[in-house]
Antibody
Framework: QVQLQESGPGLVKPSQTLSLTCTVSGGSISSGSYYWSWIRQPAGKGLEWIGRIYTSGSTNYNPSLKSRVTISVDTSKNQFSLKLSSVTAADTAVYYC???????????????WGQGTLVTVSS | DIQMTQSPSSLSASVGDRVTITCRASQSISSYLNWYQQKPGKAPKLLIYAASSLQSGVPSRFSGSGSGTDFTLTISSLQPEDFATYYCQQSYSTPSFGPGTKVDIK
């Protein structure tokens, strides 16, 4: 059973960089046709996809966040990471990591999720 | 960007009711539509992928249909554990989610 666990600071100051890591257990991050995604959810609001990475290192980002987002992978540690720069209060949210399974063109879905971690942007 | 809308935004229902939630895309997304269930304080859970394929382990009372721009999620007989918020998500292009439909107890 694949499990994902987010970790990182719960409080980030405005204008600084938010950094989170997702540790994958129960399987190798390198096996299978999987992307690995970050998704966030402000309190009481809906879900926003941030971006994804394949284990080859190729990435896709949400255009609305692309200028501030970097996602990287460390296959030796079975981890992938998110960096979001120049944060403001609007970036306060629960951040989820998720496995993004692709069956064929267009058929992608998030089948395993971490429990989520709350990141608050405040001075 | 593909915008997703859902209706209703919330509904009240009783155990045993048949519940239908609608999701609409701003352009055709073929059948590249997924449904998730989220309970308070928990991560979303995948229910349906590719519009109508039931994820392993999900009860058969959940079903999905539709293609193009209009999709539905149906719960054939609502159970106590089904009270939650439901989100649709398109995978045709940059992933995007609908705003959610909250199902609560009548």
């Amino acid at each position: 059973q694949v499990q994902l666990q987010e970790s990182g600071p719960g409080l980030v100051k405005p204008s600084q960089t938010l950094s989170l890591t997702c540790t994958v257990s129960g399987g190798s991050i390198s096996s299978g046709s999987y992307y690995w995604s970050w998704i966030r959810q402000p309190a009481g609001k809906g879900l926003e996809w941030i971006g994804r990475i394949y284990t080859s290192g190729s990435t896709n980002y949400n255009p609305s966040l692309k200028s501030r987002v970097t996602i990287s992978v460390d296959t030796s540690k079975n981890q992938f990471s998110l960096k979001l720069s120049s944060v403001t209060a609007a970036d306060t949210a629960v951040y989820y990591c998720a496995r993004d399974r692709g069956l064929r063109f267009g058929v992608y879905y998030f089948d395993y999720w971490g429990q989520g971690t709350l990141v608050t942007v405040s001075s | 960007d593909i915008q997703m809308t859902q209706s209703p935004s919330s509904l009240s229902a009783s155990v045993g009711d048949r519940v239908t939630i609608t999701c609409r895309a701003s352009q055709s997304i073929s059948s590249y539509l997924n449904w998730y269930q989220q309970k308070p304080g928990k991560a979303p859970k995948l229910l349906i992928y590719a519009a109508s394929s039931l994820q392993s382990g999900v009860p058969s009372r959940f079903s999905g249909s539709g293609s193009g721009t209009d999709f539905t999620l149906t719960i054939s007989s609502l159970q106590p554990e089904d009270f939650a918020t439901y989100y649709c998500q398109q995978s045709y292009s940059t992933p995007s989610f609908g705003p959610g439909t909250k199902v609560d107890i009548k």
